[in-house]
């Protein structure tokens, strides 16, 4: 989640260029030039058959389909393993993005209805879901991923109202049968997923199929992205998937045969969900290419006095300016008040209200969508130029209106915004398995507020580079507010030697020794042979007769087996997973990553303890 967020980060500040240099290109010496390229035929045919559209339509409805392909992936990945796993959390965000899109189509109206700009209503709803999380990056780079989360929930929301609008109102000559086959290819792609085997390239051709289907039916074809897009499963990786990949792997180092290493390739690729990997392969090419491109294909306005003059008082610039700025801030916000009423049966909201309103804010930001629609809506030119000089104008005063609501939200008093935090929904549990201090094995203080997880193998590299880690964040945070738990996931497919020393460990504290094991074992990776543990045991002071005949009779076995099963029921696949106050933590895990993550833990826990005395 956080590459994803940060590649839209980057993503958006390459969009702004583009729309630069499109608005540069179309007010040059040679201003014919822009359009005279963008509407240059490309047309691709197979006997009888013609695929035919400008260069600015295949952009607009063939690569933006890969964009809201990874939109849906996304959004999926959310559903499927993410906040949004749990269902009723839906409501707020879906609520808010139909109350934002509601508000800002009705004060595009109020200047509009019943003149020459009504027809555009749909280029008054959309938020750009590239530059709205650039916004929010840009003006509050501390932002929790769960104010991210919630402002991607609503945009995708808002994508599939808009792409629904366009596929109702702004398509033309609709073809049923086409529309038809369309709908039969996605039924077709959904059955897919229970093929066992060879589907990749059977997916692949529906897939285009089914685009193909629906640019032929008048519907504007991106629709078709999003839709794969969130069929497309999210999964974390098995373990027994990647025991039997480290086994074929392993195979094919003996015997490098072809046959071995598409095997081995295959059960590798296959571990992961097709979701992440599609993501993995397409999420640079959208974000760096196919979106800059729209931009430069679709932002280009001449800008002269008369356009700016018209502009100023066009019901159509002021409608999509008024209806960005200040209707999706008020539409957000008030659509989740009446969401998150009891007696409406709603919950509390993922974000408190004052950082809800930035994010509203940052939601003001229309951009790829509203121009798409604004290109379909108007016919006439200078319509058009006004209703792009509307989007662009949002789009640059919106991040603004999210600046300052975010400042003041910073400038808040402690005790309002601890209050503000203790009102919000609790925080998703991913740890299966309660800490029990009376079996796990804790340092710090047992009372405190935020407790950190982790799961690790004594003979994995990463954990030993980790381990130093750990132990300057119990130093820099104090004992008196947090406590670290030590679990074992022994990966003996690729450390033969882990599950003895996770037995050696448990031996030791056997002998109220653990830690000190703990610690030994990591600072002597490379010892951890049978004779070698003995020797740690020695010099630790242990009773080695005692230690020696723990390890020969396996008594705690059954002890580290419990470990992996809490992982196992946790999703745990690999070395070492961290969690914080029950959290998974994803990413990094150096010492900046964990100490944000716990600052926020701590925030959050302080605040749902003060709003229990309240």
């Not at 290819?185 to 059977?202: D, E, Q």
């Not at 004594?458 to 119990?474: D, Q, S, V, W, Y």
């Not at 396996?554 to 992982?567: C, F, G, P, W």
């Not at 990094?588 to 005395?613: N, P």
């Amino acid at each position: 989640m956080r590459g994803f967020l940060q590649a839209e980060t980057g993503g958006a500040v390459v969009l702004v260029l583009a729309a630069v240099v499109a608005l540069i290109w179309a007010n040059s010496p040679w201003p014919d030039s822009y359009e005279d390229v963008w509407r240059t035929d490309l047309s691709v045919s197979l006997g009888d058959h013609v695929l035919h559209a400008d260069l600015r339509e295949w952009v607009n409805q063939g690569l933006m389909a890969l964009f809201f392909l990874v939109v849906g992936l996304e959004a999926k990945r959310e559903l499927d393993q993410g906040e949004l796993r749990e269902r009723t959390r839906l409501t707020i965000p879906v609520m808010a993005a139909l109350g934002g899109m509601a508000c800002t189509v009705g004060i595009y109206l109020a200047f509009n209805a019943g003149g020459e700009g009504a027809d555009g209503w749909g280029a008054a709803m959309s938020t750009d879901t590239a530059l709205a999380l650039g916004a929010l990056a840009i003006v509050t780079p501390a932002a929790a991923v769960r104010v991210r989360v919630f402002l991607l929930t609503m945009v995708v929301v808002d994508d599939l109202v808009a792409l629904a609008v366009i596929g109702v109102f702004y398509s033309e000559d609709v073809s049923l049968v086409a529309l038809g086959i369309a709908v039969l290819l996605f039924a077709v792609l959904i059955a897919l997923r229970y093929v066992p085997r060879g589907r990749t390239p059977l997916v692949i051709g529906v897939g285009v199929g089914m685009w193909l289907a629906m640019f032929q039916s008048g519907v504007d074809p991106v629709i078709s992205g999003l839709a794969i897009g969130l069929v497309t499963t999210s999964y974390p990786p098995n373990r027994d998937d990647l025991e039997r990949a480290t086994e074929l792997t392993r195979s094919f180092r003996e015997q490098p045969t072809v046959e071995l290493a598409t095997a081995a390739q295959r059960k590798i690729a296959g571990a992961i969900s097709p979701n992440e990997r599609l993501q993995h392969s397409l999420h640079p090419w959208t974000t760096y290419v196919i979106v800059p491109l729209f931009a430069l294909a679709n932002a280009g306005i001449v800008i002269s006095g008369d356009v700016l003059s018209a502009a100023a008082t066009s019901s159509i610039t002021l409608g999509i300016f008024l209806g960005y700025v200040l209707g999706k801030p008020i539409g957000i916000v008030g659509a989740s008040f009446l969401a998150s009423r009891k007696a409406l049966g709603g919950n509390r909201p993922a974000v408190t209200w004052p950082i809800l309103t930035g994010a509203g804010a940052a939601a003001g930001v229309g951009f790829t969508l509203s121009l798409l629609i604004a290109t379909l809506a108007f016919s006439d030119g200078e319509l058009l130029d006004q209703a792009k000089i509307g989007i662009l104008a949002s789009a640059i005063v919106s991040p603004f209106t999210a600046w300052a609501a975010f400042a003041v939200t910073r400038r808040l008093p402690d005790t309002m915004r601890a209050r503000q935090l203790g009102n919000v929904a609790e925080t998703m549990i991913d740890l299966a398995d309660d800490v029990d201090p009376e079996r796990d094995h804790v340092r710090g203080d047992p009372d405190a507020i935020v407790t950190v997880v982790e799961y690790a193998d004594f003979e994995c590299p990463f954990c030993g580079r980790a381990e130093p880690t750990i132990r300057e964040l119990m130093q820099n945070a104090g004992a008196d507010h947090l406590r670290y738990v030590f679990r074992h996931l022994p990966l003996a497919d690729v450390h033969p030697r882990a599950q003895l020393a996770a037995e050696a460990s448990e031996a030791a504290a056997a002998q109220g020794m653990f830690w000190e094991m703990h610690d030994r074992l990591y600072e002597h990776q490379e010892e951890l042979t049978p004779k070698e543990l003995v020797g740690h045991a020695a010099a630790l002071g242990l009773d080695v007769d005692r230690f020696t005949t723990d390890l020969r009779e396996r008594r705690y076995l059954k002890r580290i087996e419990r470990d992996v099963d809490s992982a196992d029921e946790s999703g745990v696949s690999g070395t070492p997973s961290f969690f914080i106050n029950g959290r998974r933590h994803h990413g990094v895990y150096d010492i900046d990553a964990l100490r944000a993550a716990v600052r926020s833990a701590k925030m959050r826990a302080g605040a749902a303890r003060l709003a229990a005395k309240d």
